[in-house]
């Protein structure tokens, strides 16, 4: 048996499908939600569900907790979207099933059937639609974008930045969870206290507990001078936790007691250091999912995520291209060049709205510098294969050409391991030192 409590159920061959049913308009959520289940230990009971967003599983701390072995702790998540009811798989074992079709997200609507494990439940749908908050603006600090789901994101983050509550950011790499960060600290009463950083999956984990709770002087080997880790350096700012999910299983019941206690005690000390900050943390992992492998604490999770926003996909908000593109022009400094106009118009641009984006918003930025930067070769493809230019100099087209190819090949590289810089070294044979060198240079940490 794994880490997973669920009973593992044999999977069928039905491949995974993404289905979009059930929509109620661009700015319409669903009312109430109640769960009738109808097959499984459970069947006969009846949840109605009135939050934004709730959990199933099996786990005491989801919100519809079930008592089938074959549910995951955390199993899948229903959500009140701009476009309607949406269910999502959390990485269960067993998966998620909407009418006998095993399903990543789907669309649900009034009548139909959710499968997780061997329970079932029909969907009904009770009450008037409610209308979905979207900010005034099509801006929130430095994050951009006049969609909707990006103006009901911004919105979310606005109603938090005017708490103290913790703060999950989750999404794919390159979406913007730093920028988002930052923008909630700013709109925040703490925002004329310290912004502190620090990236979980960048530091050593031998080195990561001195770095967030500090150490005293003699504390090991090395410890010549007594250190403030994060949290004390956040004393009345924010403290934000880049790659939260990268951290070590043996320092997350600390984390925890700082959530839970706020305060902290450096390594080698005997008391409790009393702390005032707003902790956001961020993470392009499914924590359920790490939660399910039993990789991440669910007590933990919980405690990060008492307010969750998830960052769009570039590809989910393709119609922000072209205000994302200008956008960066002028952050760039390079909207007045005849050639970047080139960006903005067709056939090119429709070309930029119907590539992927693997690597989301930063690979958007790399290639609009690169592009502008090399428009006399002609632009360089989306996959990085520009025409080679003749140079004067052969060292400065040498040099070009490397840097071109090193930031292609690092952005598919992460998108390819999921962001895990680890991963990515192991699976491009290099050390991992060398791997943070290259993506610090190119600006991709």
């Known amino acids: 048996m794994s880490t997973d409590d669920a009973e593992l159920l044999p999977l069928d061959p039905v491949p995974t499908t993404l289905e979009v049913r059930g929509a109620t ?51 899948c998540e229903l959500s009140l979207e701009p476009g309607g009811l949406a269910v999502r798989d959390m990485g269960s074992r067993n998966g998620t099933r909407v009418n006998g079709v095993r399903v990543e997200k789907a669309w649900l609507a009034a009548g139909d059937r959710l499968t997780v494990g061997a329970s079932s439940a029909v969907i009904e749908l009770q009450g008037d639609p409610v209308r979905v908050a979207l900010h005034p603006s099509g801006s929130f600090g430095a994050l951009v974008g006049t969609s909707l789901a990006m103006r009901a994101l911004f919105a979310r983050l606005a109603r938090a930045a005017a708490s103290s509550a913790t703060v999950l950011l989750t999404g794919e790499s390159g979406t913007g969870k730093e920028l988002a960060a930052e923008a909630l600290h700013q709109a925040s009463p703490r925002a004329g206290g ?53 951290l070590p299983l043996e320092l997350q019941p ?94 090119l641009l ?53 840097r071109a190819f090193e930031k292609t090949y690092l952005e598919a590289l992460l998108a390819q391991h999921g962001g895990n810089a680890a991963a990515a070294a192991r699976g491009a044979g290099i050390d991992r ?3 943070y060198r290259l993506l610090w240079r190119h600006g991709l940490r």
Do not use: M
């Not at 499984?40 to 709730?54: K, Q, V």
């Not at 310290?194 to 150490?215: K, Q, R």
């Not at 504390?219 to 403290?239: K, P, S």
């Open 350 to 402: 429709g070309t930029l709205k119907s590539h992927p984006w693997p690597g989301n918003v930063r690979e958007l930025r790399n290639f609009v510098e690169r592009a502008v930067a090399l428009d006399d070769a002609g632009l360089p493809s989306l996959a990085g294969t520009g025409a080679a230019t003749v140079a004067a100099d052969f060292r400065g087209a040498r040099d070009e050409a490397v």
């Open 194 to 246: 310290p912004l502190v950083v620090v990236d979980c999956g960048a530091v050593p984990p031998a080195l990561l507990e001195s770095e967030l709770f500090g150490h005293e002087k003699g504390a090991f080997t090395g410890a010549q001078a007594t250190r403030v880790g994060a949290f004390e350096q956040a004393h009345q700012g924010t403290l934000f936790l880049d790659e939260v999910g990268e």
């Open 25 to 75: 308009g661009p700015e319409a959520h669903l009312g109430p939600v109640r769960l009738k289940w109808v097959a499984g230990p459970d069947a006969g009971a009846s949840y109605a569900c009135r939050a934004e967003r709730f959990v199933l599983g099996t786990h005491p701390s989801a919100d519809v907790v079930l008592h089938d072995r074959a549910v995951s702790r955390l199993h």
């Open 254 to 347: 600390k984390l925890l007691r700082v959530l839970e206690k706020r305060e902290v005690k450096r390594v080698g000390a005997g008391d409790w250091r009393p702390v005032d900050l707003r902790v956001v943390a961020a993470t392009h992992r499914d924590l359920r999912a790490e939660v399910n492998s039993g990789r991440f604490r669910a007590d933990l999770y919980y405690r990060l995520a008492v307010v969750e926003a998830r960052l769009p996909a570039l590809r989910e908000r393709i119609e922000d291209l072209p205000g994302l593109v200008a956008e960066l022009l002028a952050r760039l400094g390079l909207e007045g060049r005849p050639e970047a106009k080139r960006l903005l118009e067709e056939p």
């Open 433 to 435: 030192a060398y791997l």
